[in-house]
């Protein structure tokens, strides 16, 4: 008996698959707080109600958002950059081009380290490896116990040259272990030992961010597995199509920052004709990626995040093997808001599963796109999370009302409809430039749909397109 589990922002997804095919399936509430635990609680309640027995469970395959998530929200750890000196301001400075040229409202992404906390190191290797300014210890071992008196988490620890000669990164590492044995270190000559100063320097920069998060996460589900009566470790999804250990994953994050979503690239792939758009929605984001020839792009330099019109250089670059998804920070659980200029917005920060949409009735106090799904008639509610779920679909009218409605001089109805229809043209958009950017035309592909929010706007969104079908 196999497992397969999926966390999202929102919902955890689970089934359990024999030789013969699905034997069940499983929906619940992400636990944020200890996301293993909607696992295994989901996981207990799926072979029960199936009849089989955890001794029987063979395999456990693992996808998940949460590392995405946190990168879109900015939950991750508190994080130090150290660059060689003179370098700190690589991840402002980035490639030195204006990705569009002559936008005057250009926007870049704002680095996850702000400046204060990116520090010049005394040190310096030339590109042959030989080294020209030997190594600060002395400014190393001070600034260590400086940042963690500042409450630093992380620190990432990105030298010009390091993927040619690495001994002073290793050297940097062994003194701040020393002096702040707290301190969680990563060495961009471990993580991407690659040409490429910036690409290098963000990869880096993200991987330690989202680290702590990731191996507490990881560890507490081979935990709970464990307990549950589960023997096999799980195995992680990587974000090109693989699998990892947890140890693998927990070490290197950066690999599984797509692994939910390629989970499901790779089932449109198997699934469909040769040629079509993956669009997966779930609770906080949207994917998609283009299938060409039967199988999922695979790309080594990826962006996370594109903020400017979802145009590439707008996001924060990760140089791994990743599937070749295109990501907007918009799902079921983000909320609208009015803005400083009264227009509406949506998103990226989401409702998650705690509190939730306020039409759960879990204490959610601000309108998103569940909710305006749910007043345009899309959602059931009374037969949500496959009936385990009841709706509130007067609340939801409520808070559309109170702080979009009103606000605009609209109907309740027209307030939900403008939430639904900005949320399908900004994924039309992305669609749109992903398929471009890949020489081919969106009009001409068809489209499959899944997610928890998938089918709700696929319909839309393929609409926005031209699609000729969708699945």
């Not at 290098?200 to 996460?217: G, I």
């Not at 096999?232 to 994050?253: C, D, F, H, K």
């Amino acid at each position: 008996m196999r497992i397969g589990v999926d966390i999202g922002g929102t919902f955890t997804d689970l089934c359990a698959v024999d030789e013969a095919g699905i034997v069940a399936v499983g929906k619940v509430l992400t636990t944020h707080d200890a996301p293993a635990l909607a696992v295994v609680e989901g996981l207990a309640t799926l072979l029960a109600d199936a009849g089989i027995a955890a001794s029987d469970v063979t395999q456990v395959v693992h996808g998940t958002t949460l590392v995405t998530n946190a990168l879109i929200e900015r939950t991750g750890s508190r994080t130090a950059l150290l660059a060689t000196a003179g370098f700190r301001d690589v991840l402002e400075l980035r490639r030195e081009h204006r990705y569009e040229l002559y936008d005057l409202h250009l926007e870049l992404p704002a680095p996850l380290v702000p400046r204060h906390l990116r520090f010049d190191v005394p040190e310096r290797v030339l590109a042959d490896g030989s080294v020209h300014t030997a190594l600060d210890e002395q400014y190393v071992r001070k600034l260590g116990r400086e940042l963690a008196d500042r409450g630093i988490e992380a620190v990432a620890v990105c030298f010009l040259h390091a993927f040619t000669n690495p001994a002073h990164e290793r050297r940097v590492a062994e003194l701040l272990a020393e002096v702040a044995p707290g301190l969680r270190v990563a060495l961009s000559s471990d993580v991407v030992p690659e040409i490429r100063e910036y690409e290098r320097a963000s990869t880096t920069l993200v991987n330690v961010y989202v680290q702590d998060l990731t191996e507490r996460y990881l560890h507490d589900l081979e935990r709970r597995l464990r307990e549950l009566g589960i023997a096999q470790a799980p195995r992680i999804m990587l974000s090109n199509g693989g699998v990892a250990t947890v140890e693998t994953a927990a070490r290197y994050p950066i690999r599984i920052l797509e692994s939910g979503p390629a989970g499901g690239a790779l089932a449109a792939a198997v699934l469909g004709p040769p040629d079509l758009l993956a669009f997966d929605m779930g609770g906080t984001t949207a994917k998609l990626c283009l299938i060409a020839g039967g199988a999922p792009l695979v790309t080594h330099q990826f962006e996370v995040d594109r903020k400017y019109r979802l145009l590439p250089g707008s996001g924060l670059p990760v140089q791994v093997p990743v599937t070749d998804l295109i990501e907007i920070g918009v799902g079921g659980g983000s909320i609208a808001r009015i803005d400083a200029l009264g227009l509406l917005t949506v998103g990226p920060d989401s409702a998650g599963s705690e509190p939730g949409p306020v039409c759960y009735g879990r204490g959610g106090t601000e309108p998103t796109v569940t909710d305006a799904d749910l007043v345009l008639g899309y959602l059931d509610p009374g037969y949500f999370l496959g009936g385990g779920m009841r709706l509130d679909a007067e609340a939801a009218r409520s808070v559309l009302a109170e702080k979009i409605a009103r606000p605009l001089g609209v109907s309740v109805e027209e307030a939900a409809w403008g939430i639904h229809t900005s949320v399908n043209e900004n994924m039309a958009n992305a669609a749109r430039v992903h398929a471009v950017e890949r020489g081919h035309d969106p009009a001409k592909l068809p489209m499959y749909t899944f997610g928890g929010a998938g089918p709700v706007h696929g319909a839309g969104v393929a609409r926005a397109l031209g699609a000729p079908s969708v699945v």
